[in-house]
């Protein structure tokens, strides 16, 4: 059932989401607009998500009985988070619709997969597979150094990366990524590192939002200007590979698309996610319809929404205390204030955050 019919689920339906996390949340919102339902399945207790869906199973991913239950109360079954099991979003495919289909998940979740994927389509920075300290070694002499070594599963965030300086200690190295199967990657020589995220329906049809530009601050996405202040030829380049690599995947619903943009004006893809996107969170304000709008609309085979931006944006995340910035941010009128309802603002946990509006090409420092 993963690719499924192409007639419009129509409002009042239930959208299953796998995880319960603001991406979560700002998608039950959206749906709740245009009439649907939401029901999200987490593990976790008073998740962001459940603050404002429908229904919530509280359950682990990989708890099948659960799976199936919530897999019949649902019309359709999507992800906020790419981590979900593969098996088990290909359990949920056996007893519902599920859009993007568990192979791009499967494919998202796992660099090394990813990697072979992408560069069937786009290319990406020099890659290796490395298994042992050895393998380190020679794949550092292969590819040079600096290199970056990642886990390549379960990393997000610069989580599970190790740079690997001229004068590495391999076993160091090694040791410190827990000896879990990785991959080394040249390190890219970075002019500015940009998204792409595009829609696509279960009838092919695509909409896709401007390439932006991503500021990171260890190693988590603090601030998205949009549009990227980038060549025209470089911005439909990015644009081009987000689509071909949605086709490649028949995906139904979101892919956001991670590039780098090198000192020499080449693009090379990052990694992509299946799902919204921190780098999207602008859209929410500065276009006709928003990220999270877009992916209802994809997975309940609607019409796409137009990708019109009456608005250029800078959206800064509040991470860990900046939340308690609040009151100022609610007195600034030029602030528009999204905050994810968690308790707990622990150190680099993605609490909020902030849209500004410019006028079309009056960005600030443009
Ligand atoms: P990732 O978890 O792969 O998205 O990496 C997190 C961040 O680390 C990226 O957004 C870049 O800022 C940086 N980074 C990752 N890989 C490389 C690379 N090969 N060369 C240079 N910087 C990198």
Redesign the pocket.
Known sequence: MASGSVHPLPPGSTIGIMGGGQLGRMTSLAAARLGYKCHIFTPEADAPASQVAAATTIADYEDREALRRFAEAVAVVTFEFENVPAESAEYLAEHALVRPGPNCLAIAQD?LKEKEFINTVAPT?PYRRVTSADDLAKAADEIGRP??L?TSRM???????VLIAPDCDYAAAWAEMGGEVGIL??????DR?ISVITARSPHGGWATYPAVE?R?VN?I?DTTIAPARLSRELSDKAVAIAHDLADALDLVGLLAV?M?VTRGGRILV??MAPRPHNSGHWTMDACATSQFEQLVRAVCGLPLGSVDCHHDAVMTNLIGDDVNGWPDLLADPGARLHLYGKAEARPGRKMGHVNRLYPKGQLPGS
């Open positions: 660099r920075t290199a970056v990642k990393g997000y965030d610069g989580k599970g990366q990657e040249a390190f890219v020589d970075l590192e991503n990171h190693h996405l991670e780098f990052n990694e």
